[in-house]
Nanobody
Framework: QVQLVESGGGLVQPGGSLRLSCAAS????????MSWVRQAPGKGLEWVSI????????YYADSVKGRFTISRDNAANTLYLQMNSLKPEDTAKYYC??????????WGQGTQVTVSS
């Protein structure tokens, strides 16, 4: 069965960095686009970034452009999100999601990122 397991979240001070990972299993990881999506407390889902199946094309929300980098290791079936220059408004639960056609069909359980001094 398809599984997506995020890790790497935690508490970090403003200006700090974190690297999130998403371990994928149960499907051919290298065949799918993958995304990071976040949800801040009391708010709706916010799309953060997407990467194509080969890793050569990436896109970002304006709110994270220039600070976050999405990448993937298809040999290791793992998706990453490098987050630099973190701000308090980046506080959220971060989810990885598989993109199939025009929808996200599988999601992980999420990892919490808290940016606070």
């Amino acid at each position: 069965q398809v599984q997506l397991v995020e890790s790497g979240g935690g508490l970090v001070q403003p200006g700090g960095s974190l690297r999130l990972s998403c371990a994928a299993s149960g499907f051919t990881f290298s065949s799918y686009r993958m995304s990071w999506v976040r949800q801040a407390p009391g708010k709706g889902l916010e799309w953060v970034s997407i990467i194509n199946s080969g890793g050569g094309s990436t896109y970002y929300a304006d709110s994270v452009k220039g600070r976050f980098t999405i990448s993937r290791d298809n040999a290791a079936n793992t998706l990453y999100l490098q987050m630099n220059s973190l701000k308090p408004e980046d506080t959220a639960k971060y989810y990885c999601a598989r993109r199939a056609y025009e929808e996200y069909d599988y999601w992980g359980q999420g990892t919490q990122v808290t940016v606070s001094s």
